[in-house]
């Protein structure tokens, strides 16, 4: 009998390390589009929550691919090594930081923490094993540029025809886009107009493929247009220059040496009789007269409404903030993400006569300064010691003449790779620009070992049975680890979106139930100072409302106030422990405090004063806890410290408008008005728009019969807000005075309509309409300020 013979196929198994590469893919197509509804930092904290849970992923699925495979490839790279140091100097800066949960995590999106190193460092890694192969890498760059397609077509609709089909309360202004920063809209499409050009004029594609490089180059010039960011042409034009260079300089290389004759076809340069006039040539002249003509362009970025002045440190400042925090903790500096507090604490006094004396500055000018000052010298001999590395593996590119595409990759990844690091050199970008340059540096080191530049390590698990067994434990504890995190982030995303609800339920609900109750459900989920203070804000808000309530009696009224009052404190103490080198801690428990003042609880005023005093200690150049300790001291009847205070605010900023309103109510309840109107006059002349300040000057100058500067101060008033009652009240009165009888009788009418029970109002209308003074037999308010407990007339906002 003949014998059959049976073929038994085996199952492939499953690629893992496939999978891990298509969630690269996914990231490459989402980062730039993907943002959430939250209330703090739509589009870095989407991003940022985006990337670490695809990169957990993407490590866990190497890591199985690992165990499936029993061994381990990783790139012997001195790049490598490098960010091993800047993640282990960030790492010890945090431990030793001024707020080592700031410096390891903090609210989970912050860039610059330990955890934001890591989980870069980690993509690197990822990507040098993952993208050792042309193809990916391609498919990779083509994902980012049908994202980066869409974004565009999105400003186009939102900036251009005023369509947005995404939350309006997100994109509110013609500048508001996807990827975050109005800057970083021109920096991200820098980038993919240099690798657009890089690929259209190095590759081989066919006309189609190479069609769609060339429009995505004109769109991204059109994008950058639409910013006019002078530090992204000056960058952009740079690289386009030493792309140039080399394209030019190769191809003379090219006709002149035998060896490149003898492998012409896989240089895959053109001709240079082909290519006189080059594209990034054009590109390069383009630049260069965008430049030259940045002032012109200002009416074609007014015209889309798209003008923009960022505010931002200058190089002095940062530099100043540094040499401060440096010359006290020279070694490891104040910790990751720290900067805001060493702003706060060493910001030249200078800062206080301009109008950004009160912006709180994440960063200076450059992050790289910023992080070299937060992690001291240790980090930023790790950060140089990693742009080194960089810089010496683009010899090694540059040495490379074997393959095409793979020359093309190279070539880009590394130019692409330096464009967005001069970025973090000299600009301070948003969380999308950092991810794209860890993700082509990863790239980088992929395709240098692909051509043979760089030698891989690998650990056979089969090597040794000990080898085997601490292979897998690691593998295991790492994968526990990811899982860990994975959780972790999910928390936090998850008290972010809480607090968002917070925010919704108070400001458009008003609705201070949901409101505290999101608010709690944040802070017990992810302990953050911020989700306290809120809730000290909220207790605040709470005391007001019970008082407001006459249905109580006053046993239950002190009962729930008192209740309230103790969770208020207990909130706000818990968000000065957790962050007390924040003002804004320190400063809502002295509010809280300040509160309950007027009501005589034994030792609230002496309470507040201390915590405006810590916050003053932390801030030493904000006037703010100054004024706060003044109307403590009003509030508890102290006159003659009020003024000390107010005058300690004046001398950090003497033309502090609140401070010099506050003195000026002091001089009116003092009785000097010649002194209070001088200081009202002051505090208009700094703030011209200021409603409260305009009506302190309008009543005053009332007071002095001055009628002429008081109307001219309620006037101003009105043409702001024309329905402030109170400032109608007054300008009728005027009126009457100057016998402009018809025009007082117009404006309080209008009164009337939003008072119809006030008897004063209608009593006023009868005189005038009788012949007589408007305030016959109505006592004056400027007679009897005292005994007038409430405002003479009620109306809309602003009062």
């Not at 290519?275 to 003509?293: D, N």
């Not at 030792?603 to 150049?621: C, H, L, N, R, T």
């Amino acid at each position: 009998m003949q014998e059959k013979t049976i073929e038994i196929k085996t199952k492939k198994p499953f690629n893992w390390g496939s999978l891990s590469a298509y969630i690269f893919y996914g990231l490459a197509f989402l980062l730039p589009l993907f943002f959430l509804p939250l209330a703090t930092a739509p589009f870095n904290a989407a991003k940022a929550f985006l990337f670490y849970i695809g990169i957990s992923l993407a490590f866990i699925f190497w890591l199985f691919d690992c165990l499936q495979k029993g061994k381990i490839q990783i790139p012997k790279s001195g790049l490598l090594l490098a960010l091993g140091g800047v993640i282990l100097a960030w790492f010890i800066s945090s431990i030793f930081s001024l707020n080592p949960a700031i410096s390891l995590m903090g609210m989970g999106y912050e860039i610059g923490t330990f955890m934001f190193f890591l989980f870069c460092g980690l993509a690197v890694f990822l990507v040098a094993n993952l993208f050792r192969n042309e193809q990916r890498v391609v498919i990779f760059y083509l994902l980012l540029l049908l994202s980066s397609f869409l974004v565009f077509i999105f400003q186009l609709f939102h900036t251009v025809f005023g369509l947005t089909i995404l939350s309006s309360t997100i994109f509110q202004a013609p500048t508001s886009n996807l990827l975050g920063g109005w800057n970083d809209f021109a920096i991200f499409f820098g980038f993919i107009a240099l690798t657009s050009v890089c690929f259209f004029e190095m590759s081989k594609f066919k006309r189609a493929i190479k069609g769609v490089f060339f429009a995505s180059v004109l769109l991204s010039i059109l994008a950058m247009l639409a910013v006019n960011f002078f530090i992204a042409w000056i960058i952009f034009g740079f690289f386009i220059l030493v792309f140039l260079v080399y394209f030019l300089s190769a191809s003379f290389y090219s006709h002149s040496s035998s060896f490149a004759e003898e492998r012409g076809s896989a240089s895959g340069l053109p001709s240079l009789s082909s290519k006189i006039i080059t594209l990034p040539l054009f590109i390069l002249l383009i630049v260069i007269f965008f430049i030259l003509a940045r002032g012109l362009l200002g009416g074609f970025t007014g015209t889309l409404h798209t003008s923009v002045t960022e505010v931002g440190l200058s190089w002095n400042s940062t530099f100043s903030i540094a040499k401060h925090v440096l010359k006290e903790n020279p070694i490891l500096g104040s910790g990751p993400n720290t900067f805001l507090y060493d702003w706060l604490k060493y910001k030249p006094a200078s800062i206080n006569s301009t109008m950004f004396w009160s912006v709180r500055f994440r960063s200076g000018i450059s992050y790289l300064f910023s992080m070299m000052s937060t992690a001291g010298a240790l980090g930023a001999l790790a950060l140089l010691s990693f742009l080194g590395f960089l810089l010496y593996y683009g010899t090694k590119v540059l040495s490379y003449f074997e393959n095409d595409i793979r020359k093309v990759i190279l070539f880009t990844s590394f130019l692409g790779s330096l464009y967005l690091w001069s970025f973090v050199i000299f600009y301070s970008p948003g969380f999308l620009i950092f991810a794209l340059a860890f993700l082509m540096t990863g790239i980088l080191i992929a395709m240098l070992a692909r051509v043979g530049k760089i030698k891989m390590l690998e650990i056979n698990f089969s090597a040794s049975p000990r080898l085997g067994f601490i292979s897998v434990l690691v593998i295991i504890i790492l994968m526990i680890g990811t899982v860990s995190s994975l959780y972790l982030f999910s928390r936090k995303y998850w008290a972010l979106h809480s607090y968002t609800q917070a925010l919704k339920a108070l400001n458009v609900q008003g609705n201070l139930d949901k409101s505290e109750i999101a608010l709690t459900r944040a802070a017990n989920i992810d302990a953050q100072d911020q989700y306290f203070r809120s809730l000290a804000e909220i207790g605040i808000l709470r005391m007001q409302q019970v008082l407001s309530k006459k249905d109580l009696s006053k046993d239950i009224l002190r009962s729930k106030f008192q209740n309230i009052l103790g969770i208020a404190i207990q909130n706000a103490q818990r968000a000065t422990d957790l962050n007390p080198n924040d003002p804004l801690n320190w400063m809502e428990l002295a509010r809280v405090y300040e509160s309950v003042v007027p009501f005589g609880i034994s030792g609230s005023g002496a309470f507040s004063i201390k915590a405006y005093q810590k916050a003053a200690e932390v801030s030493p150049f904000d006037p703010s806890p100054y004024l706060g300790m003044a109307r403590v001291s009003l509030a508890s009847k102290n006159v003659k410290k009020a003024r000390e205070y107010i005058q300690s605010a004046l001398k950090i900023k003497s033309d502090y408008a609140a401070a010099l309103f506050m003195l000026s109510q002091i001089e009116a309840r003092e009785g000097n008005l010649k002194k209070a109107i001088q200081r009202a006059e002051q505090t208009v002349f700094i703030v011209p728009n200021d409603i409260g300040a305009l009506f302190q000057l309008g009543l005053l100058n009332y007071q002095d019969k001055n009628y002429s500067s008081a109307k001219a101060a309620f006037e101003k008033i009105i043409s702001l807000n024309p329905g402030y009652a109170n400032a109608n009240y007054f300008l009728g009165l005027i009126y009457d005075k100057q016998g402009k009888t018809q025009k007082a009788i117009k404006l309080f009418e209008e009164i009337e309509k939003l008072n119809q029970n006030n008897k004063e109002v209608k009593l006023i209308l009868k005189n005038l309409r009788g012949g007589r003074e408007a305030l016959s037999g109505i006592s004056p308010p400027n007679e009897f300020p005292k005994k007038q407990k409430e405002p003479p007339a009620k109306g809309v906002k602003g009062e």
